[in-house]
C-alpha cells in the first residue's frame, strides 16, 4: 500500500512503514494527570526549590520574570545566574534525556545527581546544596513551598520521592511543543511581552501580553507577587498539566482586569469554553481533544488568537496598532 502526501516541494510517494512512522513522530503523547500525579507532585516541589534559589540570586525583573524556568533542548533551565566574583555565572538545569539535576559553571564545572524514583523532596535539596556549597555559591531561601502542599520544610519533605521517567519524558515533550507554539504565537505582537516560561509556584508554562495602560489598584489585601503581576493590563496564555481542581492537562487565557461580556466573545475551536476562574471567565481548551486534531499547531495558534481578540476587543486595546506583520 502506498499514499501520496504533500512536502515542501509537492507530493512524494511514501509506503505504509514511513506513514506510520511520520504519524508517530508527529503525534502528541497523552499524559492522564492519574498516571503520573505523583511524579509531577515531586517534580513541581522539586521546581519550587530551583526556582526559590533564582528568586534569591538573580536581580529583580518587572512581574517577577527574573525567578521563571525555560524550556531548552534538554528541559528546563533557569538560565544563568551570577556566583560571587567578577563575571561569574552558573546555571541550574533539568536534563530530561540523561535524567539529571546539573549545576554549570562559566569555569566549565559541571555537577550533577541522578532524577530517579525513590530520590525525595529532602534528598533533592540537600543533593542540590552540597553541590552549591563545592562551587562556594551561597544562598539562602525560605525553606517552605509557595502556595503549594506539604506546608512543611523542603527539607523535611520524604513522602514525596515519586520520578517516573517515561512520564517526565512524555510532559516534557508536550512542554518543548508548546513553547514553541506559544512563541510562535508571540511573533504577531508589537507591544511589551513576557519570554515562554514556566512559573514555578503554580507549575504553568504562559506568555503574556501587556496592553501598555496601568490596571486598577489592588487592595491592601493582595499579595505582593499579584500587585506586581498585575500592575499594568494583560492578557495571558499558559498551560498546565492539571491538578486537584481541573483533572486533565488544559491551555488557559484569561484576561486582566476582565472586561464585560468577554465570555460572548467566540472561542476556537468550537470545543474550547469560557470557564469560571475565581469570579471571572477564563478561555479553557482541553489538551486530551487538542491532542486528536491532525493539525494541532493550527488549532491551538486559533484558541491563542481567538482569546487575544476577545480580551483585547472588550477591553479596548489598540489591536490594529499592537498586530506585528513581518516586513
Keep these: 500500500m502506498v499514499k501520496f502526501i504533500k512536502g515542501q516541494f509537492g507530493f512524494c510517494r511514501i509506503g505504509l512503514l514511513s506513514l506510520i512512522l511520520i504519524v508517530m513522530i508527529h503525534c502528541l503523547p497523552a499524559l492522564p494527570l492519574s498516571s503520573w500525579e505523583n511524579t509531577k507532585k515531586t517534580l513541581h516541589l522539586y521546581f519550587q526549590i530551583v526556582g526559590k534559589i533564582a528568586l534569591k540570586l538573580k536581580p529583580p525583573k518587572n512581574h517577577w520574570w527574573h525567578i521563571t524556568l525555560h524550556v531548552t533542548a534538554t528541559g528546563l533551565s533557569t538560565f544563568s545566574m551570577p556566583m560571587d566574583k567578577i563575571g561569574g555565572l552558573f546555571e541550574i538545569n533539568f536534563d530530561f534525556i540523561r535524567h539529571q539535576l546539573q549545576v554549570r559553571t562559566c569555569e566549565g564545572e559541571i555537577r550533577s545527581f541522578e532524577l530517579m524514583d525513590g530520590l525525595s523532596v529532602a534528598a533533592f535539596k540537600k543533593n542540590l546544596f552540597r553541590i552549591l556549597s563545592a562551587l562556594d555559591i551561597d544562598v539562602e531561601i525560605i525553606d517552605k ?7 512543611k ?24 511543543w508548546v513553547d514553541s507554539v506559544f512563541v510562535d504565537f508571540s511573533g504577531g505582537f508589537y507591544g511589551k511581552q513576557c519570554p515562554v516560561h514556566l512559573y514555578w509556584h503554580h507549575m504553568d508554562l504562559a506568555v503574556t501580553r501587556f496592553s501598555g495602560k496601568k490596571g486598577p489598584e489592588m487592595d491592601a489585601s493582595a499579595k505582593a507577587p499579584d500587585k ?4 499594568h493590563e494583560v492578557i495571558s496564555f499558559g498551560f498546565w498539566a492539571g491538578d486537584d481542581v481541573v483533572r486533565e492537562p488544559a491551555f488557559y487565557s484569561y484576561t486582566y482586569p476582565s472586561p464585560e461580556g468577554i465570555d460572548k466573545e467566540k472561542l476556537i475551536p468550537d470545543y474550547a469554553e469560557w470557564v469560571d476562574s475565581n469570579g471571572s471567565p477564563m478561555a479553557f481548551l482541553s489538551y486530551n481533544k487538542l491532542q486528536k486534531e491532525d493539525d494541532p499547531n493550527q488549532v491551538l495558534l486559533s484558541f491563542l488568537n481567538s482569546a487575544y481578540n476577545a480580551g483585547a476587543k472588550r477591553a479596548g486595546w489598540d489591536i490594529e496598532g499592537l498586530n506585528y506583520k513581518p516586513f
Excluded: C, M, N, Q
Aim: hydrophobic residues 35%; glycine residues 2%; proline residues 9%.
Design 228 to 231: 506586581d503581576a498585575y500592575s
Design 145 to 151: 513551598p509557595y502556595d503549594l502542599e506539604p506546608k
Design 153 to 176: 520544610p523542603f527539607g523535611e519533605i520524604e513522602e514525596f520521592h515519586f520520578y517516573d521517567k517515561a512520564a517526565v519524558k512524555d510532559y516534557w515533550t508536550i512542554l518543548r
